[in-house]
């Protein structure tokens, strides 16, 4: 009597509590697309990048092939596609030398991600990880080309010419340091900008 209905109760609790836990895992991973969309706007490469890892996981784990589950897996790698032309196109736009390197790093860790998922269905993985590299490197340069093709910042309306006059004929001397300090900025952005685009050719 009193011992089955104890069992019954506690049986039907571990039921419900394993049903609540379910449905909340599946919550969270129905959360993971949109999830990745946030990190990739706020640049948070690196939880980004976890995501798209995680989705690897998941592929392995759910070899049933659950539609939910590849569902949620395919919109993640859609999320990776898309990640990876962000991180491209803010290769065309001014960075330092620390943003352009966390940004290629983040690249190779996006290739890394889809040679762990390449790993079960290919066995020359050095060839395709060589051509991944090359692509990289192709699309890095590219993409800096296209920012040291951008006009360069137009010279400053008192620019001096060898007799210390201005363009418009004024003595500009007494503007002579700023425009000195203006023209070494651009010299050193342009340093810069070149330095940027030798992370993988020097």
């Given at each position: 009597g009193g011992e089955n209905s104890l069992a019954a109760l506690s049986e039907k609790h571990r039921v419900r509590r394993r049903t609540l836990l379910q449905h909340s895992s599946l919550l969270e991973l129905l959360e993971l697309p949109s999830l990745m969309d946030a990190c990739v706007r706020s640049n948070?490469?690196?939880?980004?990048?976890?995501?798209?890892?995680?989705?690897?996981t998941l592929?392995?784990?759910?070899?049933?092939?659950?539609?939910?589950?590849?569902?949620?897996?395919?919109?993640?790698?859609?999320?990776?596609?898309?990640?990876?032309?962000?991180?491209?196109?803010?290769?065309?736009?001014?960075?330092?030398m620390p943003e352009c390197l966390e940004i290629v790093t983040a690249l190779r860790r996006l290739n890394s991600i889809d040679l762990e998922r390449l790993q079960s269905e290919n066995s020359n993985l050095e060839r395709i990880h060589a051509a991944m590299e090359f692509s990289l490197q192709v699309d890095f340069l590219e993409a800096r080309d296209a920012w040291l093709d951008q006009p360069s910042n137009a010279a400053a309306p008192g620019y001096l010419n060898p007799s210390g006059e201005g363009s418009g004929g004024t003595n500009t001397r007494s503007s002579g340091g700023k425009l000195q300090l203006h023209s070494s900025e651009q010299l050193l952005d342009t340093i810069e900008r070149y330095r940027t685009r030798c992370v993988f050719v020097c």
């Amino acid at each position: 009597g009193g011992e089955n209905s104890l069992a019954a109760l506690s049986e039907k609790h571990r039921v419900r509590r394993r049903t609540l836990l379910q449905h909340s895992s599946l919550l969270e991973l129905l959360e993971l697309p949109s999830l990745m969309d946030a990190c990739v706007r706020s640049n948070l490469y690196e939880e980004a990048l976890s995501i798209s890892a995680f989705a690897n996981t998941l592929e392995r784990r759910h070899t049933e092939k659950n539609p939910v589950v590849m569902k949620v897996i395919a919109q993640v790698r859609s999320r990776q596609s898309d990640l990876r032309r962000y991180l491209l196109h803010s290769l065309k736009n001014q960075v330092t030398m620390p943003e352009c390197l966390e940004i290629v790093t983040a690249l190779r860790r996006l290739n890394s991600i889809d040679l762990e998922r390449l790993q079960s269905e290919n066995s020359n993985l050095e060839r395709i990880h060589a051509a991944m590299e090359f692509s990289l490197q192709v699309d890095f340069l590219e993409a800096r080309d296209a920012w040291l093709d951008q006009p360069s910042n137009a010279a400053a309306p008192g620019y001096l010419n060898p007799s210390g006059e201005g363009s418009g004929g004024t003595n500009t001397r007494s503007s002579g340091g700023k425009l000195q300090l203006h023209s070494s900025e651009q010299l050193l952005d342009t340093i810069e900008r070149y330095r940027t685009r030798c992370v993988f050719v020097c």
